[in-house]
């Protein structure tokens, strides 16, 4: 950082960066990158910063994503004059897009901002300056809702908030310019003879934020006298306000799980899946149940619901019936009767692929110390434990343990079938299955995959969900058999395909219970 300069008393730029740092809630003196487009906005900022009385240590990133031939290089030349004359360091970048108009700008907007993180994190900086301003927030927020972006959506744009690069960079973004309009940043531009460039893709009508300035914002001003901006501004201070107030009612609501009872991927793995019991949500207004799901869905996977999505998951939480939705980004949220999980997309995949083309030979043996690997790529390991007594048992759905001295020597495992009868543990007597499974919120489409643990006709373990009550942990139980669904890849082998694949202890296999079982 260099050392603080003696300004003009005439000469308002030293001053200009201090007050605008205060008020977005930086320290003037924190190192910056600076998103530098060569437009009016980021040339207004980037003098803002270079001519500071107590100047920071300042990045400037220009992206290039080369859509607009010569006007791309000329803006480069033009960024790399402007850094240079200031003194300030530039990184040129340059991100290749698909010039396909559809979802241009949107894909564009990724980008650049995906280019902005990797580049500002290797510079070992974490706050990004954007030059967006006032008229910037009103056009977003008639962006939104012409659009018809639901609540959580509407705000016009943060004064800050957080993205992630490509590869986990966490990078804070500033808007520092928000309490400023356009023409303001243009006309101290011109007094102080500061030239910048026009992007000419700015008058083009193809990207609807163009049509909105251009078009809608004139004629609203021009139909209303001059009061409609005004009007906008104060709409947009409210919806900001009433979504603050539903968020913060609803910020304790959150993923109390990923994966635990699921069967499916890694639980400590943070891409999820992700689950949360449906009351949570269901128990809620309609319109906090709104707000919450779609913070819930954009945080797990990366992406807001769009409103008729969001009409239609709702819709079905208040049914009280079980439903499945396709997110996007290829996420699948599933509406069990007790709890709601969200399934990343090879998650999602792999289960309906399981589903479709898992092959099972009938029933399969279970191994004893050992693992079984069942045929959709699942595995349940056993072992024995050496604990007297019914105290001490896990509770997890995915593990439990049974009282051996009841257990037959061969144990096998199979998937549901017509007819099957099951009494969970606490449960009074036997009640079918797929009555069992509905009331414990499986998803209709999922009771058929749900492995069983019979001791021949018994279901002693409904695998992942509850262990049957005949085989519990009591008082004078000396020996108990621990079992653990455990999530894992399909065998690669084209001749196991639909076969079982087992993994057996160094001292050779126990397929039945033979001198291992107690007296």
């Not at 163009?210 to 005004?230: F, H, K, Y």
């Not at 196991?496 to 033979?514: F, M, S």
Request: glycine share 10%; proline share 8%; net charge neutral.
């Amino acid at each position: 950082m260099s050392s603080p300069r003696t300004p003009q008393p005439s000469d308002p730029w030293p001053q200009r960066w201090a007050g605008l740092a205060r008020a977005a809630g930086l320290r003037p003196t924190e190192p910056v990158a600076v998103a530098l487009s060569g437009g009016a906005d980021s040339i207004f900022l980037l003098h803002v910063l270079a001519r500071a009385q107590e100047r920071p240590r300042v990045l400037a990133i220009h992206v290039d994503h080369g859509l607009r031939g010569e006007s791309s290089c000329d803006d480069a030349a033009f960024c790399v004059r402007t850094a240079a004359r200031l003194q300030v360091p530039l990184a040129c970048l340059q991100v290749e897009l698909d010039p396909d108009p559809s979802g241009l700008e949107e894909r564009a907007r990724k980008a650049r901002y995906q280019a902005l993180a990797e580049e500002a994190k290797s510079n070992g900086i974490s706050l990004l300056l954007t030059g967006h301003h006032e008229d910037d927030a009103l056009e977003t927020l008639l962006q939104r809702w012409t659009r018809g972006s639901d609540l959580p959506g509407m705000p016009g744009l943060k004064r800050r908030y957080r993205i992630s690069g490509p590869k986990g960079e966490n990078l804070t973004v500033i808007r520092p310019l928000l309490p400023l309009r356009r023409e303001e940043v243009r006309q101290i531009l011109l007094d102080a003879q500061i030239e910048w460039r026009e992007d000419l893709s700015n008058q083009d009508q193809i990207f609807t934020r163009n049509r909105i300035r251009e078009g809608l914002l004139p004629a609203l001003d021009e139909a209303s006298e001059g009061v409609a901006l005004e009007g906008l501004r104060a709409f947009a201070s409210a919806v900001e306000s009433l979504e603050g107030e539903f968020a913060t009612s609803t910020a304790n609501i959150t993923w109390s799980s990923r994966g635990e009872g699921l069967g499916l991927g890694d639980p400590t793995d943070p891409s999820g899946p992700y689950k949360i019991e449906r009351s949570r949500i269901s128990n809620l207004a309609t319109h906090l149940q709104r707000r919450t799901l779609w913070r819930l869905i954009q945080e797990g996977s990366g992406g807001a619901p769009p409103r008729t999505l969001l009409d239609a998951i709702t819709k079905d939480l208040s049914s009280g019936l079980p439903g499945k939705h396709t997110l996007p980004g290829g996420w699948t949220l599933e509406l069990g009767q007790k709890d709601l999980v969200l399934l990343p997309p090879a998650l999602a995949t792999d289960a309906e692929a399981g589903a479709q083309e898992a092959v099972w030979p009938g029933a399969i043996p279970l191994v004893f110390d050992g693992i079984t690997h069942l045929p959709d790529g699942r595995k349940i390991t056993t072992c024995w434990v050496d604990t007297p007594g019914s105290q001490g048992h896990p509770v997890e759905k995915n593990q439990v343990e049974l009282d051996s001295r009841f257990l037959p020597e061969v144990l096998t495992i199979r998937l549901p079938q017509a007819g099957d009868r099951f009494q969970a543990l606490g449960a009074p007597g036997q009640r079918k299955l797929s009555r069992f499974l509905a009331d414990a919120g499986i998803a209709r489409e999922k009771r058929n995959q749900i492995p069983l643990v019979l001791a021949g006709e018994e279901i002693i373990w409904v695998a992942g969900v509850r262990p049957s009550d005949r085989h519990r942990l009591r008082g004078a139980t000396q020996k108990r058999l621990r079992l653990t669904l455990e999530p894992g890849g399909p065998v690669e082998s084209p001749h196991n395909k639909g076969r079982q694949r087992l993994e057996l202890p160094a001292d050779g296999p126990q397929i039945g219970l033979g001198s291992t079982t107690p007296d």
